[in-house]
Protein backbone atom coordinates (compact mmCIF):
# COMPACT_ATOMS: atom_id res chain seq x y z
CA UNK A 1 0.00 0.00 0.00
CA UNK A 2 1.34 3.35 -0.87
CA UNK A 3 0.51 5.47 2.14
CA UNK A 4 -2.54 3.33 2.39
CA UNK A 5 -4.37 5.01 -0.25
CA UNK A 6 -3.69 2.68 -3.46
CA UNK A 7 -2.10 -0.65 -4.28
CA UNK A 8 0.20 1.34 -6.75
CA UNK A 9 0.61 5.03 -8.31
CA UNK A 10 -2.18 5.81 -11.16
CA UNK A 11 -0.52 7.88 -14.20
CA UNK A 12 -1.80 11.37 -12.20
CA UNK A 13 -0.22 10.35 -8.96
CA UNK A 14 3.40 9.86 -10.83
CA UNK A 15 1.96 12.93 -12.98
CA UNK A 16 1.92 15.14 -9.23
CA UNK A 17 5.33 13.20 -7.89
CA UNK A 18 7.20 14.57 -11.06
CA UNK A 19 5.96 17.88 -10.97
CA UNK A 20 7.00 18.03 -7.49
CA UNK A 21 10.40 16.50 -8.86
CA UNK A 22 11.24 19.91 -11.18
CA UNK A 23 9.61 22.22 -8.87
CA UNK A 24 12.71 24.05 -7.30
CA UNK A 25 14.52 23.47 -10.35
CA UNK A 26 14.45 27.20 -11.60
CA UNK A 27 15.75 29.09 -15.04
CA UNK A 28 15.37 32.55 -15.27
CA UNK A 29 13.81 34.10 -18.61
CA UNK A 30 12.22 37.87 -17.42
CA UNK A 31 11.99 36.52 -13.73
CA UNK A 32 12.31 32.82 -12.42
CA UNK A 33 10.28 29.97 -13.21
CA UNK A 34 10.71 26.02 -12.21
CA UNK A 35 10.80 23.64 -15.17
CA UNK A 36 7.65 22.38 -13.43
CA UNK A 37 5.56 25.32 -14.46
CA UNK A 38 6.62 25.33 -17.99
CA UNK A 39 5.48 21.38 -18.25
CA UNK A 40 2.04 22.80 -16.27
CA UNK A 41 1.36 25.24 -18.83
CA UNK A 42 1.72 22.96 -21.89
CA UNK A 43 -0.50 20.38 -19.69
CA UNK A 44 -3.70 22.64 -20.64
CA UNK A 45 -3.03 22.13 -24.31
CA UNK A 46 -3.52 18.28 -23.86
CA UNK A 47 -4.45 16.38 -20.53
CA UNK A 48 -5.73 19.36 -18.08
CA UNK A 49 -9.15 21.68 -18.48
CA UNK A 50 -8.13 24.97 -17.20
CA UNK A 51 -11.90 25.80 -16.39
CA UNK A 52 -12.41 22.74 -13.90
CA UNK A 53 -12.05 25.22 -10.96
CA UNK A 54 -15.30 27.12 -11.49
CA UNK A 55 -17.22 24.52 -10.01
CA UNK A 56 -15.78 25.22 -6.93
CA UNK A 57 -16.61 28.15 -5.11
CA UNK A 58 -13.57 28.23 -2.75
CA UNK A 59 -11.28 28.40 -5.93
CA UNK A 60 -13.55 30.86 -7.95
CA UNK A 61 -13.02 33.16 -4.13
CA UNK A 62 -9.05 32.29 -4.28
CA UNK A 63 -8.65 33.24 -8.43
CA UNK A 64 -10.98 36.39 -8.15
CA UNK A 65 -8.53 37.53 -5.32
CA UNK A 66 -5.34 36.57 -6.96
CA UNK A 67 -6.92 38.74 -9.80
CA UNK A 68 -7.23 41.74 -7.39
CA UNK A 69 -3.80 41.16 -6.87
CA UNK A 70 -2.83 41.78 -10.19
CA UNK A 71 -4.78 44.79 -10.52
CA UNK A 72 -2.97 46.26 -7.95
CA UNK A 73 0.56 45.55 -10.23
CA UNK A 74 -0.76 47.05 -12.40
CA UNK A 75 -2.57 50.21 -11.23
CA UNK A 76 0.32 50.56 -8.75
CA UNK A 77 3.22 50.12 -11.65
CA UNK A 78 1.46 52.90 -13.62
CA UNK A 79 0.87 55.34 -10.89
CA UNK A 80 4.41 55.22 -9.93
CA UNK A 81 6.10 55.22 -13.69
CA UNK A 82 7.99 51.89 -13.05
CA UNK A 83 10.23 50.87 -16.07
CA UNK A 84 9.08 48.51 -18.37
CA UNK A 85 11.05 45.68 -17.12
CA UNK A 86 10.20 45.80 -13.53
CA UNK A 87 6.93 45.80 -14.32
CA UNK A 88 6.19 42.79 -16.76
CA UNK A 89 8.33 40.95 -13.97
CA UNK A 90 5.83 42.11 -11.41
CA UNK A 91 2.66 41.44 -13.65
CA UNK A 92 4.01 37.82 -14.96
CA UNK A 93 4.88 36.63 -10.98
CA UNK A 94 0.95 37.03 -10.20
CA UNK A 95 -0.26 35.74 -13.64
CA UNK A 96 1.51 32.94 -13.77
CA UNK A 97 0.23 32.17 -10.01
CA UNK A 98 -3.23 32.92 -11.41
CA UNK A 99 -2.74 30.17 -14.57
CA UNK A 100 -1.27 27.84 -12.16
CA UNK A 101 -4.56 27.73 -9.57
CA UNK A 102 -6.62 25.09 -12.04
CA UNK A 103 -3.79 22.54 -12.44
CA UNK A 104 -3.43 22.68 -8.61
CA UNK A 105 -7.30 22.06 -8.51
CA UNK A 106 -6.94 19.62 -11.00
CA UNK A 107 -4.40 17.69 -9.11
CA UNK A 108 -5.98 17.69 -5.67
CA UNK A 109 -9.60 17.75 -6.10
CA UNK A 110 -10.42 14.33 -6.38
CA UNK A 111 -7.87 12.82 -3.95
CA UNK A 112 -6.57 15.31 -1.87
CA UNK A 113 -3.58 13.22 -0.52
CA UNK A 114 -2.18 13.54 -3.73
CA UNK A 115 -0.20 16.20 -2.18
CA UNK A 116 2.21 13.65 -0.74
CA UNK A 117 3.27 13.21 -3.83
CA UNK A 118 4.12 16.80 -5.00
CA UNK A 119 5.57 16.85 -1.49
CA UNK A 120 8.08 14.08 -2.01
CA UNK A 121 8.90 15.12 -5.12
CA UNK A 122 9.38 18.64 -3.69
CA UNK A 123 11.60 17.51 -0.81
CA UNK A 124 13.88 15.67 -3.63
CA UNK A 125 13.94 19.32 -5.53
CA UNK A 126 15.02 21.23 -2.58
CA UNK A 127 18.18 19.11 -2.20
CA UNK A 128 18.68 18.63 -6.02
CA UNK A 129 18.13 22.91 -6.18
CA UNK A 130 20.71 23.57 -3.43
CA UNK A 131 23.56 21.62 -4.23
CA UNK A 132 23.46 21.77 -7.51
CA UNK A 133 22.50 24.82 -8.60
CA UNK A 134 22.96 27.40 -5.65
CA UNK A 135 25.77 26.16 -3.29
CA UNK A 136 28.00 26.63 -6.09
CA UNK A 137 27.41 30.65 -5.60
CA UNK A 138 27.48 30.57 -1.81
CA UNK A 139 30.26 31.19 0.63
CA UNK A 140 30.86 29.38 3.81
CA UNK A 141 28.28 31.39 6.01
CA UNK A 142 25.65 31.58 3.30
CA UNK A 143 26.08 27.27 2.42
CA UNK A 144 25.36 26.66 5.97
CA UNK A 145 22.51 28.99 6.38
CA UNK A 146 21.20 27.87 2.73
CA UNK A 147 21.57 24.20 3.23
CA UNK A 148 19.51 24.88 6.29
CA UNK A 149 16.35 25.44 4.10
CA UNK A 150 17.46 23.02 1.37
CA UNK A 151 16.74 19.87 4.63
CA UNK A 152 13.96 21.82 5.90
CA UNK A 153 11.10 20.20 3.85
CA UNK A 154 12.52 17.31 3.39
CA UNK A 155 12.50 16.80 6.98
CA UNK A 156 8.85 17.69 7.14
CA UNK A 157 8.36 15.24 4.08
CA UNK A 158 9.74 12.72 6.65
CA UNK A 159 8.21 13.86 9.42
CA UNK A 160 4.54 14.21 7.61
CA UNK A 161 4.92 10.33 6.40
CA UNK A 162 5.71 9.12 9.50
CA UNK A 163 2.78 10.70 11.38
CA UNK A 164 0.56 9.52 8.32
CA UNK A 165 2.06 5.65 9.24
CA UNK A 166 0.81 6.14 12.73
CA UNK A 167 4.19 6.42 14.23
CA UNK A 168 3.52 10.34 16.31
CA UNK A 169 6.26 9.99 18.62
CA UNK A 170 8.80 9.27 16.21
CA UNK A 171 7.39 12.40 13.50
CA UNK A 172 7.38 14.25 16.14
CA UNK A 173 10.97 13.52 17.60
CA UNK A 174 12.68 13.25 14.29
CA UNK A 175 11.36 17.43 13.07
CA UNK A 176 12.60 18.31 16.40
CA UNK A 177 15.71 16.94 16.05
CA UNK A 178 16.06 18.95 12.53
CA UNK A 179 14.68 21.60 14.51
CA UNK A 180 17.83 21.79 17.11
CA UNK A 181 20.00 21.08 14.28
CA UNK A 182 19.12 24.09 12.31
CA UNK A 183 19.29 26.50 15.57
CA UNK A 184 22.92 25.53 15.49
CA UNK A 185 23.03 26.40 12.11
CA UNK A 186 21.74 30.17 12.51
CA UNK A 187 18.21 29.39 11.57
CA UNK A 188 16.37 30.33 14.84
CA UNK A 189 13.34 31.02 12.68
CA UNK A 190 12.81 26.89 11.86
CA UNK A 191 13.39 26.04 15.32
CA UNK A 192 10.30 28.78 16.29
CA UNK A 193 8.18 27.32 13.67
CA UNK A 194 9.27 23.47 14.01
CA UNK A 195 8.80 23.84 18.13
CA UNK A 196 5.00 24.90 18.29
CA UNK A 197 4.36 22.69 15.41
CA UNK A 198 5.30 19.66 17.30
CA UNK A 199 3.40 21.42 20.35
CA UNK A 200 0.14 22.07 18.60
CA UNK A 201 0.65 17.94 16.70
CA UNK A 202 1.16 16.10 20.06
CA UNK A 203 -1.97 18.35 21.82
CA UNK A 204 -4.32 17.28 18.55
CA UNK A 205 -2.88 13.52 18.95
CA UNK A 206 -4.50 13.71 22.87
CA UNK A 207 -7.93 13.88 21.29
CA UNK A 208 -7.79 11.96 17.96
CA UNK A 209 -9.19 9.02 19.54
CA UNK A 210 -12.76 10.54 19.47
CA UNK A 211 -15.12 10.75 16.52
CA UNK A 212 -14.51 13.70 14.28
CA UNK A 213 -17.50 15.59 16.00
CA UNK A 214 -16.70 15.10 19.45
CA UNK A 215 -12.41 15.58 18.40
CA UNK A 216 -13.58 19.15 16.95
CA UNK A 217 -15.77 19.40 19.67
CA UNK A 218 -13.03 18.69 22.09
CA UNK A 219 -10.55 20.87 20.53
CA UNK A 220 -12.54 24.32 19.84
CA UNK A 221 -13.89 23.81 24.11
CA UNK A 222 -9.97 23.48 25.01
CA UNK A 223 -8.85 26.60 23.02
CA UNK A 224 -7.88 28.32 26.04
CA UNK A 225 -5.59 25.61 27.29
CA UNK A 226 -4.20 25.46 23.60
CA UNK A 227 -3.00 29.16 23.61
CA UNK A 228 -1.69 28.52 27.17
CA UNK A 229 0.73 25.34 26.46
CA UNK A 230 1.84 27.64 22.93
CA UNK A 231 2.75 30.17 25.15
CA UNK A 232 4.46 28.44 27.54
CA UNK A 233 6.00 26.77 24.86
CA UNK A 234 6.76 30.53 22.70
CA UNK A 235 8.51 31.60 26.40
CA UNK A 236 10.20 28.12 26.84
CA UNK A 237 11.89 28.80 23.09
CA UNK A 238 12.96 32.14 23.95
CA UNK A 239 14.62 31.60 26.90
CA UNK A 240 16.10 28.45 25.24
CA UNK A 241 17.57 30.93 22.69
CA UNK A 242 18.94 33.45 24.96
CA UNK A 243 20.64 31.00 26.77
CA UNK A 244 21.98 29.31 23.93
CA UNK A 245 23.37 32.11 22.07
CA UNK A 246 24.44 34.64 24.70
CA UNK A 247 26.49 31.80 26.61
CA UNK A 248 28.15 31.02 22.59
CA UNK A 249 26.71 27.46 22.64
CA UNK A 250 25.71 28.28 19.47
CA UNK A 251 28.34 29.34 18.60
CA UNK A 252 30.56 32.88 17.81
CA UNK A 253 28.82 33.86 14.93
CA UNK A 254 25.18 33.33 16.47
CA UNK A 255 26.60 35.28 19.64
CA UNK A 256 27.68 38.27 17.38
CA UNK A 257 24.15 38.19 15.78
CA UNK A 258 22.31 38.03 19.00
CA UNK A 259 24.24 41.03 21.12
CA UNK A 260 23.70 42.74 18.09
CA UNK A 261 20.23 42.83 18.32
CA UNK A 262 19.49 42.47 21.87
CA UNK A 263 21.51 45.74 21.82
CA UNK A 264 19.85 47.62 19.07
CA UNK A 265 16.80 50.17 19.51
CA UNK A 266 14.57 47.86 17.92
CA UNK A 267 15.33 45.13 20.04
CA UNK A 268 15.62 41.67 18.91
CA UNK A 269 12.63 42.60 16.26
CA UNK A 270 16.04 43.77 14.41
CA UNK A 271 15.99 40.50 13.20
CA UNK A 272 13.07 41.22 11.32
CA UNK A 273 14.33 44.55 9.89
CA UNK A 274 12.90 44.65 6.57
CA UNK A 275 8.94 43.94 7.57
CA UNK A 276 9.59 46.94 9.95
CA UNK A 277 10.96 49.01 7.30
CA UNK A 278 7.95 47.40 4.99
CA UNK A 279 5.65 49.21 8.06
CA UNK A 280 7.26 52.41 7.48
CA UNK A 281 7.16 52.62 4.19
CA UNK A 282 3.73 51.40 3.75
CA UNK A 283 2.60 54.16 6.12
CA UNK A 284 4.34 56.61 3.65
CA UNK A 285 2.02 55.28 0.95
CA UNK A 286 -0.62 52.90 1.65
CA UNK A 287 -2.82 52.75 -1.51
CA UNK A 288 -1.25 52.94 -4.48
CA UNK A 289 2.51 51.49 -2.93
CA UNK A 290 5.68 52.05 -4.79
CA UNK A 291 5.59 49.94 -8.06
CA UNK A 292 6.79 46.88 -9.06
CA UNK A 293 10.62 46.00 -7.43
CA UNK A 294 10.96 49.63 -6.43
CA UNK A 295 14.08 51.25 -6.60
CA UNK A 296 15.20 53.56 -3.28
CA UNK A 297 15.82 56.74 -5.36
CA UNK A 298 13.94 59.02 -3.22
CA UNK A 299 16.34 57.92 0.36
CA UNK A 300 13.22 56.79 1.72
CA UNK A 301 15.22 54.22 4.23
CA UNK A 302 17.54 56.59 4.98
CA UNK A 303 14.56 58.65 6.29
CA UNK A 304 13.90 55.50 8.41
CA UNK A 305 17.42 55.02 9.25
CA UNK A 306 17.44 58.45 10.60
CA UNK A 307 14.31 58.40 12.40
CA UNK A 308 15.45 55.16 14.48
CA UNK A 309 18.48 56.78 15.42
CA UNK A 310 20.28 53.93 13.33
CA UNK A 311 23.50 54.53 11.24
CA UNK A 312 23.11 54.05 7.60
CA UNK A 313 25.73 54.11 4.61
CA UNK A 314 24.16 56.15 2.12
CA UNK A 315 25.79 55.20 -0.77
CA UNK A 316 25.20 51.48 -0.09
CA UNK A 317 21.10 52.20 0.39
CA UNK A 318 21.00 54.59 -2.74
CA UNK A 319 19.05 52.38 -5.91
CA UNK A 320 19.00 49.83 -3.39
CA UNK A 321 15.61 47.71 -4.29
CA UNK A 322 12.86 48.28 -1.40
CA UNK A 323 12.48 45.39 0.79
CA UNK A 324 9.96 43.00 0.01
CA UNK A 325 10.87 40.13 2.43
CA UNK A 326 7.25 39.40 3.18
CA UNK A 327 4.41 38.10 1.31
CA UNK A 328 2.34 40.09 2.93
CA UNK A 329 4.18 43.65 3.47
CA UNK A 330 6.56 43.15 0.06
CA UNK A 331 2.88 42.82 -2.15
CA UNK A 332 1.81 46.17 0.45
CA UNK A 333 5.07 47.94 -1.47
CA UNK A 334 4.70 46.86 -4.55
CA UNK A 335 1.02 46.52 -5.51
CA UNK A 336 -0.30 48.59 -2.84
CA UNK A 337 -3.29 47.48 -1.02
CA UNK A 338 -5.14 45.48 -3.61
CA UNK A 339 -1.87 43.03 -3.33
CA UNK A 340 -2.18 43.42 1.08
CA UNK A 341 -5.73 42.45 0.55
CA UNK A 342 -5.13 39.25 -1.50
CA UNK A 343 -2.82 37.91 1.50
CA UNK A 344 -5.25 39.20 4.12
CA UNK A 345 -7.40 36.82 2.13
CA UNK A 346 -5.04 34.00 2.50
CA UNK A 347 -4.50 34.70 6.52
CA UNK A 348 -8.06 34.53 6.69
CA UNK A 349 -8.03 31.07 4.94
CA UNK A 350 -5.64 29.57 7.00
CA UNK A 351 -6.83 30.96 10.40
CA UNK A 352 -10.10 29.50 9.67
CA UNK A 353 -8.86 25.99 8.77
CA UNK A 354 -6.77 25.83 11.62
CA UNK A 355 -9.76 26.28 13.87
CA UNK A 356 -11.21 22.54 12.69
CA UNK A 357 -10.13 21.71 9.81
CA UNK A 358 -6.69 20.63 10.87
CA UNK A 359 -8.24 17.67 12.46
CA UNK A 360 -10.61 16.82 9.43
CA UNK A 361 -7.70 14.34 7.98
CA UNK A 362 -6.05 12.66 10.83
CA UNK A 363 -3.73 11.31 8.91
CA UNK A 364 -2.29 14.51 7.14
CA UNK A 365 -2.42 16.51 10.77
CA UNK A 366 1.39 16.13 10.72
CA UNK A 367 2.50 17.15 7.39
CA UNK A 368 -0.33 20.59 7.70
CA UNK A 369 0.72 21.53 10.62
CA UNK A 370 4.40 22.04 9.92
CA UNK A 371 3.32 23.13 6.58
CA UNK A 372 0.61 25.49 7.90
CA UNK A 373 3.22 27.51 10.58
CA UNK A 374 6.34 27.18 7.65
CA UNK A 375 3.69 29.44 5.30
CA UNK A 376 2.66 31.36 8.07
CA UNK A 377 6.44 32.11 8.49
CA UNK A 378 6.83 32.73 5.07
CA UNK A 379 3.24 34.95 4.62
CA UNK A 380 4.96 37.06 7.58
CA UNK A 381 9.21 37.37 6.80
CA UNK A 382 9.90 35.80 3.34
CA UNK A 383 10.35 37.16 -0.01
CA UNK A 384 7.53 35.39 -2.35
CA UNK A 385 8.33 32.33 -4.07
CA UNK A 386 7.91 28.95 -5.35
CA UNK A 387 4.53 29.59 -6.25
CA UNK A 388 3.70 25.70 -6.79
CA UNK A 389 4.46 24.92 -2.73
CA UNK A 390 1.97 28.10 -2.01
CA UNK A 391 -0.39 26.41 -4.32
CA UNK A 392 -0.52 22.75 -3.12
CA UNK A 393 -0.53 24.37 0.43
CA UNK A 394 -3.86 26.82 -0.07
CA UNK A 395 -5.63 24.53 -2.69
CA UNK A 396 -5.40 21.85 0.04
CA UNK A 397 -6.92 24.23 2.40
CA UNK A 398 -9.23 25.21 0.70
CA UNK A 399 -10.25 21.91 -0.29
CA UNK A 400 -10.56 20.79 3.52
CA UNK A 401 -12.84 24.18 4.59
CA UNK A 402 -15.25 23.36 1.47
CA UNK A 403 -15.30 19.20 2.48
CA UNK A 404 -15.89 20.63 5.99
CA UNK A 405 -18.45 22.90 5.31
CA UNK A 406 -20.42 19.92 3.21
CA UNK A 407 -20.77 17.22 5.68
CA UNK A 408 -21.40 20.16 9.06
Known sequence: MVFGINSFLNKKDILIFIIGLFSLIKIRVLGTFSISELLIFSLYFFSVNPFIWLKNKGMINLFLATLLWLAGVFLSDRYNGSNLIDSLKGFFNVFFLLLLIPFVYWALYDKPHRMLYFWIGNAISSLISFYIQKSVNLDEIGFEVW??????????????????????????????????????????????????????????????????????????????????????????????????????????????????????????????????????????????????????????????YKSNGMIYNSSKLHDKMLPGHSYLMGSWVYSGILGFIFWIYIIFQIVKYSREGLLYDTQLVGINTLLTFATLWNIFFSPFADRLNFLFYIIMVILTIKTKEKYA
Open 147 to 304: RVYAWYYPFIVLSGILYYKGKTILSCIVIEGFAIWSLFNLSRNIFLTVTVSVCLILFIHNITKYDLATKISTYKHQSIKLLFVLAIALLGISTTYEYLASNKILGERAYTKYYMQKHSKLGMASGRGDFIQSLYLVSQKPIMGYGSYAKDNNQLLEDY
